[in-house]
């Protein structure tokens, strides 16, 4: 069966230092060390370690065969956005990972789909970006659950999604900057928490801000199988029906409505949680996805989902229908 997995990282092995050429900020760094591994500088501090699979598009394809998966979407990893940078160099380090991505979609063009990341700091030239974006081939765009701390309805944002759909590309929200990150740093809990909080802080905004509703024909797809919006759509809802004063303010439409109107990936690490998120959904809205290659995603690319007991025609839909439909590709092109 063509297994897609929709939610994949990747760098250039090689990367100016943006901090130096910009003179200011706290933008990535990567540092070659002898074992293969290359080290994430931000602004002069280490952030991370990452291995050769996140650079080499050759050993990803290799790893990938272990688990039957032939296609991999691409995207940047979401401490490049650099939202916080001024415009012009935001638009130079988006065009910078934008044209690797679209280079390597270019030379295994069965192997990897591509997303681009903009500067949606700034609304024109995000917009832009995203024409140039459509022209060198990538299929959509992976954007922060927040924007410099401003949510994803706010007034600013509107006319980069109706240029989205517009152009037919794809959006991919990803938990970024999260929540209460300096109170609760222990036990990881930005990661275990935030991040799910953060989804369901995106998809909320989404919803109650009308963007959604506005834009039936905009393609959203939500990380980490929707984070704690789907599990908490019950207290979403009551609070819309028991508060309209508060939060049915933009948008007098039911949040439950819009369940399987957009997309959410398959990363619950938990075929019971899973099974929910279907039922909510419907397999045709729910993607194989991975987080590939960070050791908090599920590294062994759905193997829990192709030995559950679910039926062959939902992981038919998880595994590559749901994320071609996502993408508005044609499934002939990868087989």
């Known amino acids: 069966m063509l297994k897609i997995d929709m939610h994949t990282h990747i760098l250039p092995k090689s990367m100016p230092n943006w901090t130096e050429k910009f003179g200011y900020g706290k933008f990535i760094e990567l540092i070659h060390n002898d074992n293969g591994t290359a080290d994430m500088i931000q602004g002069g501090q280490f952030f991370r370690t990452i291995k050769e699979n996140c650079w080499d598009e050759h050993l990803r394809i290799e790893e990938y065969k272990k688990y039957e998966t032939q296609v991999q979407v691409v995207c940047t990893i979401p401490v490049m956005f650099s939202y916080w940078a001024k415009t012009n160099d935001c638009v130079a380090l988006s065009q910078f990972l934008n044209d690797h991505i679209a280079e390597l979609v270019h030379r295994y063009p069965k192997n990897y789909i591509g997303l681009g990341t903009i500067p949606m700091q700034d609304t024109q030239a995000a917009i832009d970006e995203l024409e140039r974006i459509k022209k060198i081939g990538l299929v959509g765009i992976q954007i922060g659950s927040n924007i410099n701390d401003e949510n994803l309805s706010e007034y600013k944002f509107f006319p980069i999604f109706e240029t989205c759909q517009r152009l037919g ?6 938990p970024w900057q999260m929540m209460g ?18 989804t369901s802080r995106a998809a909320c905004s989404m919803i109650f801000g009308g963007v959604l509703e506005r834009l039936p024909e905009l393609r959203v797809c939500f990380s980490h199988a929707g984070g704690s919006f ?39 690490h938990d075929i019971d ?32 989902i192709a030995e559950s007991r679910l039926a062959s025609v939902d992981k038919e839909n998880i595994f590559h229908n749901a994320t071609l439909e996502w993408l508005q590709l044609d499934k002939k092109n990868f087989i």
């Not at 590309?169 to 990803?174: D, F, P, Q, R, T």
């Not at 990150?181 to 953060?198: D, R, T």
């Not at 609070?239 to 959410?264: M, Q, S, T």
């Not at 279907?278 to 993607?287: A, D, E, I």
């Open 169 to 174: 590309l794809a959006v991919m929200i990803h």
């Open 181 to 198: 990150f300096e109170s609760m740093k222990k036990y990881w809990l930005p990661w275990l928490v935030g991040m799910p909080a953060e």
């Open 230 to 268: 789907l599990p908490t759509i019950g207290r979403i809802e009551h609070g819309f029906n028991c508060r309209p004063d508060l939060v049915a303010i933009d948008n007098p439409v039911n949040p439950r409505n819009y369940l399987g109107k957009f997309w959410v990936d398959s990363i619950t």
């Open 273 to 304: 949680a899973l099974e929910y998120i279907l039922k909510m959904q419907g397999s045709n809205r729910v993607c194989l996805g991975s987080d590939y290659p960070f050791p908090l995603g599920d590294l062994e690319i759905g193997k829990f």
